[in-house]
């Protein structure tokens, strides 16, 4: 893996909380937004690849001012045209045999299944900065009646480390899950979906060198995305799983470590 600054990579891809944006305070700095707008302004790809659904990154563009390219939802789940803002490829999963198993494993949690463009249908209310856009509360028959792209477990009041310690070892059928370390959360997707997937298609479909790939992130659902890229960089306050995946360690997101690690090769952001 290359940092000679000779090199510039032609995908770049960067996780949202965590990594641009500060999950404590939900902003995303002056910093960091010129950075990332100067990668968007240099003819490279830039692809904001994110566990949020659709209605949640889109602000994120509209913060950062992308109009153009493709943005990786629901953890690859969901692509979507920038430019159109439309979901353009999802990918979706029976959430009824999910459900039936995390459901005595995680006792009492709330479940969310994400409507693509619209909101989420939940068992009981989230908090209102914990899902994007409108919530609907629904009996488990309406929750889990047609296929979904991400479904949701959120068992509040626990540790993260809780969850890790029920769901070791668990498989979930026709699923792909991860573990937020932020919040007592499960994100589900269908088998086979992952940042790391989505981004491999998208690379091969822009004709992009496996050695021109670039990727930052912090998070579980962040590793194999980490480890598909040519140069990869966990964000310092990342879990120690995810540091040592990555080529190399920034400085937290409350230190804007983000900045540095692209402008070694975007200067004058």
């Not at 009646?145 to 890790?164: C, K, L, M, S, T």
């Amino acid at each position: 893996m290359s940092t000679r600054s000779s090199w510039t990579p032609s995908l770049v891809a960067l996780d949202v909380d965590g990594t641009m944006v500060d999950p404590e305070t939900q902003l995303l700095s002056d910093r960091v937004r010129r950075a990332v707008r100067q990668v968007a302004s240099s003819g490279s790809h830039l692809v904001i690849a994110t566990g949020r659904s659709m209605l949640g990154t889109l602000p994120v563009l509209d913060e950062l001012g992308i109009t153009e390219g493709v943005a990786l939802c629901s953890n690859g789940a969901v692509r979507v045209d920038v430019a159109t803002r439309e979901a353009v490829s999802v990918e979706t999963f029976d959430p009824q045999p999910v459900h039936a198993r995390l459901a005595p494993l995680l006792p009492d949690s709330l479940f969310a299944a994400e409507r693509i463009g619209v909101g989420s249908l939940v068992t009981a209310p989230f908090a209102p900065e914990e899902l994007h856009g409108p919530q609907w509360q629904v009996g488990l028959d309406e929750l889990l009646g047609q296929p979904v792209p991400r479904f949701i477990a959120n068992w509040a009041g626990r540790h993260p480390a809780e969850v890790w310690g029920r769901l070791e070892g668990v498989e979930l059928p026709g699923c792909t899950y991860t573990i937020d370390h932020y919040e007592p959360w499960v994100t589900v997707v269908p088998a086979g979906v992952s940042k790391a997937a989505a981004l491999e298609k998208l690379r091969l479909e822009l004709g992009v060198a496996a050695e021109g790939t670039f990727a930052a992130g912090d998070g579980d659902n962040d590793i194999q995305m980490l480890e598909w890229a040519h140069h990869s960089v966990a964000m310092g306050q990342a879990p120690a799983t995810v540091r040592l995946t990555a080529a190399e360690v920034a400085a937290p997101v409350t230190e804007d470590g983000l900045v540095p690690a692209l402008e070694r090769w975007f200067p004058g952001g």
